[in-house]
């Protein structure tokens, strides 16, 4: 079964950093997120992504933050200048065409802020 | 608020009993997803209900969507410890929720043999 894939696992990164974390989403899928989920703590949205640009972004995602979709398969969330705050799984979803379409997670990136 | 509320948090409970877990919220939802995640994995779909009143069985778990669509049920049968983990709530905020999943708290399951 197609799966949405991240990478790396586990990110370690020094404050002050900047990370780029990798998703390669469901080759069909059209539509593209980015999760965190602060440990201890419940999946909070981030941001949304369809046809090439920003459909919704939550306060979350401030200008620290960007994401880009640089070819036809790779999905990248960039954290320009990383405060320890940002520690977390970050999960990366895609979904297929169509409003009552589930989104698909991958299994996340662990991202260290030291 | 669009909050989503799952009860119970913790649940811990032997193999063979049966259980529900419920998902509340005072937002209408388009649809709703029940997601089960494993330590260090990411959610996995369990299942979707899109209309009200819809119930859905994936072999010992059902799956109810509320007929107003603001709340959702998840009941186990003869619970196993296969079945331990974190399950979620998370659906599509029918006004003003845009494209986002809005996820509940979360009921961590234990079934213990």
């Known amino acids: 079964e197609p799966e949405v894939t991240q990478t790396p696992s586990h990110q370690v990164t020094q404050m002050g950093q900047e990370v780029i974390l990798r998703c390669v989403p469901i080759?069909?899928?059209?539509?593209f997120y980015w999760y965190r989920q602060i440990l201890g703590q419940k999946v909070e949205f981030l941001v949304s992504?369809?046809?090439?640009?920003?459909?919704?972004k939550s306060e979350i995602f401030d200008d620290q933050f960007s994401v880009e979709r640089p070819d036809g398969s790779n999905f990248t969330l960039k954290i320009r200048s990383t405060k320890l705050e940002d520690s977390a799984m970050y999960f990366c979803?895609?979904?297929?065409?169509?409003?009552?379409?589930?989104?698909?997670f991958g299994d996340g990136t662990r991202l260290s802020i030291l | 608020t669009q909050l989503l509320e799952q009860s119970p948090q913790f649940l811990s409970i032997q193999e063979g009993e049966n259980l529900t877990v419920y998902c509340n919220s005072s937002?209408?939802?388009?649809?709703l997803q029940w997601y089960r995640q494993e330590p260090g994995e990411g959610p996995v779909l369990l299942v979707t209900?899109?209309?009200?009143?819809e119930v859905k069985k994936l072999k010992r778990l059902t799956f109810q969507f509320g007929d107003a669509r603001k709340d959702s049920s998840l009941h186990i049968t003869a619970a196993q410890p296969g079945d331990t983990g974190l399950y979620l709530c998370?659906?599509?905020?029918?006004?003003?929720?845009?494209?986002?999943?809005?996820f509940g708290t979360g009921t961590q399951l234990k079934v213990e043999l």
């Open positions: 209900v899109v209309t009200g009143g």
């Open positions: 998370a659906g599509f905020i029918l006004t003003g929720g845009g494209n986002k999943l809005t």
């Open positions: 937002s209408v939802f388009s649809s």
């Open positions: 979803a895609s979904r297929a065409p169509g409003s009552s379409q589930p989104q698909h």
């Open positions: 080759s069909n899928h059209l539509y």
């Open positions: 992504f369809y046809n090439n640009e920003i459909s919704e």
